[in-house]
T-cell receptor, first 110, second 119 residues
Framework: KQEVTQIPAALSVPEGENLVLNCSFTDSAIYNLQWFRQDPGKGLTSLLL?????REQTSGRLNASLDKSSGRSTLYIAASQPGDSATYLCAVYTGNQFYFGTGTSLTVIP | GAGVSQSPSNKVTEKGKDVELRCDPI?????LYWYRQSLGQGLEFLIY????????KSGLPSDRFSAERTGGSVSTLTIQRTQQEDSAVYLC?????????????????FGPGTRLTVL
């Protein structure tokens, strides 16, 4: 069964710092990997989707990479802002289900 | 365009009562997913619909949980004889289920969730 792990579970950084969130998965037979953001009491907002044939995707200050063979993805956030504070989740799609990690709670301190 | 909507946004019920949670997916999305998120926990997969049929019901935690989808659109998750451990946020997501070479484009879009509290 696919297992998705996110490290660290929580991260606190000063405003302006660049940071990296990690996601690992145990079965490399995936179709895509999706990064989400969840604000307290809200649903999930899709940030980036990387297809299995791609190595990275970029949107604004966000850059996500995928190394399918090693079962890893990273989400890079440049020049962090207090508005980036949220929980970030990654999910892999196996063609049947989406498997989610438990998330990284990010706090950006002004 | 309209996103995924869920109702009610909050539901407080007494132990033993039945509840119905509703999900309206994005128009045209053929796949619909229900998840449960308990406090401090990750997302727990419950059930997946492709059209009106549910090829994967493996995540339903007990026979008190059931779901249906009609007309390939709206879905209802029903919890009978609610227990306190059912308290959680129930999230619904939909995707335009692409197959074949386009499978890797399948992207989920989430609703805001229903917060269920069982007293």
């Amino acid at each position: 069964k696919q297992e998705v792990t996110q490290i660290p579970a929580a991260l606190s950084v000063p405003e302006g710092e660049n940071l990296v969130l990690n996601c690992s998965f145990t079965d490399s037979a995936i179709y895509n990997l999706q990064w989400f953001r969840q604000d307290p009491g809200k649903g999930l907002t899709s940030l980036l989707l990387i297809q299995s044939s791609q190595r990275e995707q970029t949107s604004g200050r966000l850059n996500a990479s995928l190394d399918k063979s090693s079962g890893r993805s990273t989400l890079y956030i440049a020049a962090s802002q207090p508005g980036d504070s949220a929980t970030y989740l990654c999910a892999v799609y196996t063609g049947n289900q989406f498997y989610f990690g438990t998330g990284t709670s990010l706090t950006v301190i002004p | 365009g309209a996103g995924v909507s869920q109702s009610p946004s909050n539901k407080v019920t007494e132990k033993g009562k039945d509840v119905e949670l509703r999900c309206d997916p994005i128009s045209g999305h053929t796949a619909l997913y229900w998840y449960r998120q308990s406090l401090g926990q990750g997302l727990e997969f419950l059930i997946y619909f492709q059209g009106n049929s549910a090829p994967d019901k493996s995540g339903l935690p007990s026979d008190r949980f059931s779901a249906e989808r009609t007309g390939g659109s709206v879905s209802t998750l029903t919890i009978q004889r609610t227990q306190q451990e059912d308290s959680a946020v129930y999230l619904c997501a939909s995707s335009l289920l692409r197959t074949g070479a386009a499978t890797s484009y399948n992207e989920q879009f989430f609703g805001p969730g229903t917060r269920l509290t069982v007293l």
